[in-house]
């Protein structure tokens, strides 16, 4: 009896032990000491927006019939691949959590769903406004983690990231205003 109970248990024995080394190993060394609440929405919160601005500037190589806009995607799809490579390596360098296959947030989520799903004839208005939008809420986050980030490295990704993400809101702007203004059916947060 006693041999069948210790045969039962092996399997739990060795499933455990094996999902405690993959835990172990999916974690760098330090990943256990305290995160801040801040850096851990910064961390989360970039991420998301990388993997958005190239899920967006997809579409828009794809979709869109303006060769400009068309540039402008595929320069989002560039420019956001390096960035999120940019924090995965300050991410590892300080024994960071490196968020695995980030995606975008419920809202950029949506805004891709609207994009997939507009008109070809209203593509490049609701792609231009996207980027408007998020490019906006870029540079907030990025601002905020400047100015009240814990985390020296990150602030210093941070304010690397400032200017280009700007020049990526500048020239969404323009785009913006080439392709006709944002949809009548969005509105920026200004207005």
Do not use: C, W
């Not at 801040?36 to 500037?57: H, L, N, V, Y």
């Amino acid at each position: 009896m006693r041999r069948i109970l210790i045969i039962a248990a092996l399997p739990l024995a060795i499933a455990a032990a094996n999902a405690h080394a993959q835990t172990s190993a999916a974690q760098p060394k330090g990943a256990g000491a305290s995160i801040s609440p801040q850096t851990t929405d910064f961390i989360a919160k970039m991420a998301a927006t990388d993997a958005f601005e190239r899920d967006a500037g997809r579409l828009a190589e794809k979709r869109s019939g303006n060769a400009d806009i068309r540039a402008f995607g595929g320069m989002m799809v560039k420019d956001h691949t390096q960035t999120t490579n940019q924090l995965r390596d300050v991410l590892v360098k300080d024994r960071l959590p490196v968020p695995q296959s980030p995606t975008p947030n419920p809202e950029q989520a949506k805004l891709l769903a609207d994009l997939t799903a507009a008109p070809k004839a209203s593509f490049d208005k609701a792609y231009t406004h996207s980027q408007v939008v998020a490019h906006q809420m870029a540079v907030d986050v990025i601002q905020g983690y400047m100015d009240h980030g814990d985390n020296p490295d990150l602030k210093t990704l941070a304010s690397a990231a400032r200017p280009l993400v700007q020049h990526h809101l500048d020239m969404a702007l323009k785009l913006e205003g080439q392709a006709g203004g944002p949809p009548k059916s969005l509105t920026r947060k200004e207005d």
